[in-house]
């Protein structure tokens, strides 16, 4: 079956200017993870969905960074007014039965975020 | 809080040798799962070997082993019979079991470099 997709693949982007990533995850994966990879480093956590429970934010860097999951399927990541730092891979991952925490993570293949 | 930390950020190894990449990791709690995960130039995160911290056999998964010292907080990868094919960035990730806490906190990543 079709794996985790992300697009767009790559977004060139104007400081100050808003984008919107979006993930679509594996069908019938109830939990939803975005990452962000800065150049040659490990993954920061951002936002978690989990079923309808209310998302763990905890790791979105500041109110400028949001998200969405509608119907429990597709997610959106906005950034507003964006700026250089942001720049970045942002990774999306789902996996299957939320509380069965050995189930892996499956990654779609990111989307590359420059602002200029 | 849980951290992870690989302490090596570069490894090379000569095709069909083995090679051992570090992991250790910070936690409080008893029962977890740590990953190995795989990034190739294409982004995509690939699992590589779970082990849940309750079993005290390691995992395998054919040329791929772990070494689990729980006592240690130590979770090392050896890849045997090194191919050329798994060059790459990998990622050692810690999961903890509560709620809180279903994200995977990823170490820096080694790059491993494959020399034919």
């Known amino acids: 079956g079709a794996g985790v997709s992300q697009s767009p693949s790559n977004k060139v982007t104007e400081k100050g200017k808003d984008v919107e990533l979006r993930c679509d995850p594996i069908?019938?994966?109830?939990?939803l993870y975005w990452y962000r990879q800065s150049l040659g480093q490990g993954l920061e956590f951002l936002i978690y969905?989990?079923?309808?429970?209310?998302?763990?934010k905890s790791g979105l860097p500041s109110d400028r960074f949001s998200a969405e999951r509608t119907g429990g399927s597709v997610s959106t990541l906005t950034i507003q007014r964006t700026q250089q730092e942001d720049s970045a891979v942002y990774l999306c991952?789902?996996?299957?039965?939320?509380?069965?925490?050995?189930?892996?993570?499956?990654f779609g293949n990111g989307t590359r975020l420059t602002v200029t | 809080a849980q951290t992870v930390t690989q302490s090596q950020p570069e490894m090379s190894v000569q095709e069909a040798e083995t090679v051992t990449l570090s992991c250790t990791y910070d936690?409080?709690?008893?029962?977890?799962?740590l990953f190995w995960y795989k990034q190739p130039p294409s982004r995509q995160m690939i699992l590589v070997i779970r082990?849940?911290?309750?079993?005290?056999q390691n995992a395998t998964e054919n040329r791929f082993s772990v070494n689990f010292q729980k006592a240690a907080k130590s979770f090392s990868l050896k890849i045997s019979d090194s191919q050329l094919g798994d060059a790459a960035m990998y990622f050692c990730?810690?999961?903890?079991?509560?709620?809180?806490?279903?994200?995977?906190?990823f170490g820096g990543g080694t790059r491993l470099m494959v020399k034919p």
């Open positions: 991952a789902s996996s299957s039965q939320g509380r069965d925490l050995s189930s892996p993570l499956h």
């Open positions: 069908s019938g994966h109830t939990a």
């Open positions: 990730a810690y999961r903890s079991v509560s709620y809180a806490g279903n994200m995977l906190t």
């Open positions: 936690t409080s709690e008893s029962d977890y799962y």
């Open positions: 969905f989990q079923g309808n429970s209310a998302p763990d």
């Open positions: 082990q849940e911290a309750y079993k005290q």
